[in-house]
């Protein structure tokens, strides 16, 4: 089934020496249930951090949204429905399909949310962890599972897991399966694919596919043991079949395999940095989710800076919005440079618990937090969750 009607037609209107563009063609689905269209969702288009113009999806799950602004990197789409987390992508954006997931409820739940362009006609999601591989022809493992597999454009492509298991890595790949048998590919590179990951009621983390490379097969990020996302993001090229793809990722697994840090620009440091600003701004003047929206946006430049995921944790927790705080303070931690940080983010992580009544979990992490950085705080959460 075609999902898309390509406007792409560029419409140019001189009105009194004013140009415009052609509206945005969008259209929205769900994440989890194959080809159901989404109505009523709210999608707005955000220039330079403020709003440039809005609509909202008819009954096919489509709208266009005017705007006088060009098609580009520079502009956000956000799209909106009470029940589902809100979406946030980079355009270019005219005439592409979004997945909104629905609110995850569990704390260590997440969901992978795979869309692309028109070509090629079948992108595959694979995820390996614990002998576990699952893809279009294994839906089924332990506590997770992909909840919708496409084959003719544009996607979803999703894959939710229930509940993370204890000692694990999780590798999460996209192969081209349209072109399987054609390793040194340029489609993948040229599909427009982008993964969102979400937790709890939010995005949390967004990957647009490498562009200039070769390969069938895009690996895309690991989940640690301990809940830490690590970039990969590396295209490659493989003849395996579509039931070895967790065999060919599988030296991620590896607790001895390291995962470096992603190169970043000076002038992608230089955005991400100015966005910052912008959201230390909104959340001293309490504006919490637009400080959540905007760290984000910064660590899609810079994902190194752990001063970021910090800020960003306690965003969320003003949001009260637990999953996604206990990942972004697990992604502090990794990154951290001073015990200061590494301590009151452990700390953030064993209050997370605590309200969970998972004091187990909460009493391991305020330890944790007394061993970096000694503290009566955290001497009496100790205390107050020791059974």
Not at 12 to 27: C, K, R, V
Not at 53 to 64: D, I, L
Not at 201 to 209: A, F, G, P, Q
Request: include cysteine; glycine fraction near 4%; aromatic fraction near 8%.
């Amino acid at each position: 089934m075609k999902k898309i009607i390509w406007l792409g037609t560029a419409l140019s209107l001189s009105i009194s020496s004013l140009s415009f563009a052609a509206p945005l063609d969008i259209h929205v689905l769900s994440a989890t249930v194959k080809d159901q269209n989404i109505a009523n969702a709210e999608v707005i288009l955000q220039k330079n951090g403020e709003r440039s113009a809005s609509n909202t999806t008819n009954a096919q799950g489509r709208t266009t949204v005017e705007s006088n602004a060009n098609d580009s990197a520079e502009n956000l789409l956000i799209i909106k429905k009470a029940g589902y987390s809100t979406l946030v992508a980079k355009c270019p954006c005219d005439g592409m399909t979004y997945a909104l997931s629905p609110v995850l409820k569990n704390l260590n739940s997440m969901r992978i949310v795979l869309n692309w362009g028109k070509n090629p006609s079948d992108l595959d999601s694979h995820l390996s962890y614990k002998n576990q591989h699952i893809y279009w022809d294994k839906k089924q493992g332990l506590s997770a599972n992909l909840d919708v597999d496409d084959t003719d454009s544009y996607g979803p492509e999703t894959v939710t897991i229930e509940k993370r298991l204890e000692n694990q890595y999780y590798v999460y790949s996209v192969h081209d399966f349209s072109d399987r048998e054609s390793p040194d590919t340029r489609n993948l590179a040229n599909s427009q694919a982008k993964v969102m990951v979400y937790a709890g009621e939010s995005l949390i983390r967004s990957y647009y596919v490498p562009t200039g490379k070769a390969g069938n097969l895009w690996t895309v990020f690991r989940i640690s043991p301990e809940g830490e996302i690590q970039d990969i993001n590396q295209i490659s090229g493989t003849r395996a079949g579509a039931d070895r793809i967790g065999s060919t990722v599988s030296t991620y697994q590896n607790q001895a395999t390291r995962v470096n840090q992603v190169a970043v620009s000076a002038s992608d440091q230089a955005r991400a940095k100015t966005l910052n600003l912008k959201a230390d701004q909104a959340y001293k003047n309490n504006q919490f989710e637009q400080a959540a929206i905007l760290y984000q946006q910064s660590i899609d430049y810079n994902p190194n800076v752990g001063q970021t995921y910090s800020n960003l944790a306690v965003s969320y927790q003003k949001l009260n919005r637990s999953s996604e705080a206990l990942w972004a303070n697990q992604k502090a931690i990794a990154l951290a440079t001073n015990n200061n940080t590494k301590a009151y983010s452990y700390y953030n992580i064993g209050r997370i618990y605590e309200n969970n009544q998972d004091y187990a979990e909460a009493l391991r992490h305020y330890q944790q937090a007394n061993q970096f950085k000694p503290s009566p705080a955290y001497d009496e959460a100790i205390r107050r969750v020791t059974r």
